[in-house]
Structures are given as C-alpha cells and as structure tokens.
C-alpha cells in the first residue's frame, strides 16, 4: 500500500485511534504532556520509519469543543518525492489553495485541502519550490 492509500484510509477511519495509526504507518507513539493541555492529550512518534519523519496525533479530552483528532504526519521529501499532481489525481482537482499568511515562518508549507464531511484532509508543500510533499494534516474536527 502507498503512502497516499495509506492516508486515505486512516482519514476515513472515525475515530481518529492510536494503534490503528500505529499499525497503518508501522510507528510507535507515546504521550507528550509537555505539549498538552486540559482539551488536548498530544501522543508523538518516537519511532518512524523512512520516509516518515515524525507522526503525531493530537485527541480532544472532556470539555474540548472538537469532536475528533488531528494526525500531522510529517514526510521526508528525500525520501518519498510525492508531487501535488499524484495527490490531485489521487483526492480530486480541485482543492482549496491554502497560503501562509506574512505573519508565519518563511518555512511554512503551502496546503492542498480537501474539504470532508469530518473536516479536512491537507496536504503541505514546502516552500519556496513546493515540489514534494512534506506534511500531511487529517484534521478531523466534526
């Protein structure tokens, strides 16, 4: 299974569940309180294979207004050079363009997103050449 198959899966699995993206995307994760909050429990990879980079999965707790969590998977671009033609043509033509304001890091990625039901699927370019992938968002809010 690719990695793009992958996320299309896990994206269209409710809810958004730890060991069935530790299974999907053979990583391990474990919980990070420094990063946490009262609403949000945060779990990061600490093993991840080529091409991923890191994966973390962030779950709404009682009290949050979220109904689902955010999975952030970063992708090592030198490692798996997937282009915003395969994900087009994998989730459809027309995405939302979504830029980074003045105010974020120079860094920041442009994102392809898809509107879903459950929320968004995004999938970030670095700049300045926006050439490959370099993080996908499954941004299950509703």
């Known amino acids: ?31 990070d309180p420094e990063n946490a909050n009262r609403y949000i429990f945060v779990m990061k990879s600490f093993r991840a294979p080529k091409p991923l980079m890191s994966v973390e999965l962030r779950l709404p707790l009682e009290g949050a207004t979220r109904k689902d969590g955010l999975l952030i998977v970063d992708i090592d671009p030198n490692q ?44 970030g370019f670095a700049r300045p050449s926006k050439a490959f992938l370099t993080t996908v968002v499954v941004d299950a809010e509703r």
């Not at 958004?16 to 474990?30: N, P, T, Y």
């Not at 990625?109 to 995004?122: E, T």
Request: glycine letters at 4%; charged letters at 25%.
């Open 1 to 31: 299974m690719t990695l793009l198959e992958t996320i299309e899966r896990l994206s269209n699995t409710r809810p958004l569940d730890q060991h069935a993206i530790e299974e999907a995307l053979d990583v391990a994760m474990r919980g």
């Open 80 to 123: 798996e050079q997937i282009s915003a033609e395969q994900v087009k043509h994998r989730f459809g033509d027309e995405p939302s363009l979504e830029v980074p304001t003045p105010e974020q890091p120079a860094e920041a990625p442009v994102y392809l997103s898809y509107a879903k039901p459950w929320g968004a699927l995004r999938f």
